[in-house]
């Protein structure tokens, strides 16, 4: 999630971030399974028409992040959740729209509305978080964090002494918190808006994993995260929604360290590296019918999980996404828990979603709508 920041900080302080990103799954889970419970009861007052998804699995995401960044767990309709969705949504689509200023970066002395825009979001955002983080230093105990904000400024005040460049600033901070928010709301949300997509296009498919869950995890309780193991073929289902729409299609850019050289091609120190997650992930040479929505191929011949070398949604190497196991874990929960308690089919007379997506700073797919039913036990969305 933080992986670009995360190389730059000083060694003190990215020990203590780590370290609180390893720990940081019982503090995840506080706001996630509060917010799965809280879109289960959104998406179910449907009443049975057709609506788009999206705003509220935005919504809920968006919650989740904000109870890991500075423990606040909102409630539909507040003030502060719907700022932090306004200038984290003006963010993603004033950059996904991209400009001459992007190739000329002097060109940003002329008028343009994009980028005041993007300014405008900015500093909503810094404004917010410089609010909370001044909340949390009033407030910082000596006790275990409470959420990021807390394991940073412990990182900051551990620090040890040293040169210029070990010192951690305020900005060290606040750009990490918001590289939360930039890494962890728009990909995850789009993740799972991708899945549904497919789910409406395959019903099948989300009727072998409702079996799945009723045989595994029953309808008298609330699915978790231990259940994970025993529901193979609802992880394949993830695997295969990543695969097939990654998130970034062309992952963020990098740079050669040394002289190197990749399939006979001569790469030296300092070029401009971007790996080309869609062609890794659709290369036939690797893939069966890669164009094909087919969540099987991540089972072998027992129906056990296989991940093919070639599989690479949070990148590889030392430069992999640190957030990987908190995001796959989110992901499963959210949908472990819509398919247990109810089912999606696209409404009467309507063309199911289209599937080319659209590209910006994410592969975002098309607006959509979608017509739930509870499953029998589920009609209040929570127990």
């Known amino acids: 999630m933080f992986t670009r920041l995360l190389s730059s900080l000083p060694p003190p302080f990215l020990f203590t971030l780590l370290v609180f990103v390893a720990a940081a799954v019982v503090l995840f889970l506080v706001g996630l399974l509060s917010s799965v419970?809280?879109?289960?009861?959104?998406?179910?007052?449907?009443?049975?028409?057709g609506f788009d998804p999206s705003p509220a699995v935005t919504r809920a995401i968006t919650n989740v992040v904000c109870t890991l960044v500075f423990s606040a767990t909102y409630?539909?309709?507040d003030a502060e959740l719907q700022e932090v969705i306004r200038y984290n949504d003006g963010i993603v689509q004033t950059i996904a729209g991209g400009g001459l200023v992007d190739i000329y970066p002097w060109m940003k002395v002329f008028p343009n509305t994009s980028l005041r825009k993007l300014k405008d979001c900015i500093n909503v955002r810094d404004r917010l978080l410089t609010r909370k983080l001044e909340e949390h230093k009033a407030s910082l105990s000596d006790g275990d964090p409470r959420d990021l904000l807390d394991?940073?400024?412990?990182?900051?005040?551990?620090?040890?002494?040293?040169?210029?460049?070990?010192?951690?600033?305020?900005?060290?901070?606040?750009?990490?918190?918001?590289?939360?928010?930039g890494a962890g709301v728009e990909t995850t949300s789009t993740t799972l808006l991708w899945i549904l997509a497919y789910l409406l296009h395959h019903p099948e498919v989300q009727g072998r994993v409702q079996e799945e869950l009723d045989e595994q995890v029953g309808g008298g309780r609330a699915g978790s995260a231990s259940d994970r193991?025993?529901?193979?073929?609802?992880?394949?289902?993830?695997?295969?929604?990543?695969?097939?729409?990654?998130?970034?299609?062309?992952?963020?850019?990098?740079?050669?360290?040394?002289h190197s050289s990749i399939g006979g091609h001569s790469v030296s120190r300092g070029t401009r590296v971007l790996v080309n997650m869609w062609s890794i992930?659709?290369?036939?040479?690797?893939?069966?019918?890669?164009?094909?929505?087919?969540?099987?191929?991540?089972?072998?011949?027992?129906?056990?999980?296989?991940?093919?070398?070639?599989?690479?949604?949070?990148?590889?190497?030392?430069?992999?996404?640190?957030?990987?196991?908190?995001?796959?874990?989110?992901?499963?929960?959210?949908?472990?828990?819509?398919?247990?308690?109810?089912?999606?089919?696209?409404?009467?007379g309507a063309p199911p979603p289209n599937l080319q997506g659209r590209l910006g700073v994410v592969l975002q797919p098309l607006p959509y709508k979608v017509v739930i039913t509870p499953r029998a036990g589920w009609e209040g969305g929570a127990k």
């Open 37 to 49: 419970d809280s879109l289960c009861v959104e998406l179910l007052s449907g009443g049975g028409r």
């Open 75 to 77: 409630r539909h309709g």
């Open 151 to 181: 394991a940073l400024l412990k990182g900051q005040a551990d620090r040890s002494p040293g040169s210029e460049d070990e010192q951690i600033t305020d900005d060290h901070v606040l750009m990490t918190a918001a590289e939360a928010f």
């Open 229 to 258: 193991g025993r529901l193979p073929y609802l992880d394949c289902v993830i695997n295969e929604g990543m695969r097939i729409r990654p998130v970034s299609p062309v992952l963020i850019p990098h740079t050669a360290m040394t």
């Open 281 to 348: 992930h659709h290369d036939p040479r690797h893939w069966d019918k890669p164009d094909l929505f087919n969540p099987g191929r991540f089972l072998d011949d027992q129906g056990q999980r296989v991940t093919p070398s070639c599989f690479l949604p949070f990148g590889a190497g030392p430069r992999v996404c640190v957030g990987e196991s908190l995001a796959r874990l989110e992901l499963f929960l959210f949908l472990s828990s819509l398919l247990q308690r109810m089912s999606f089919r696209q409404p009467d």
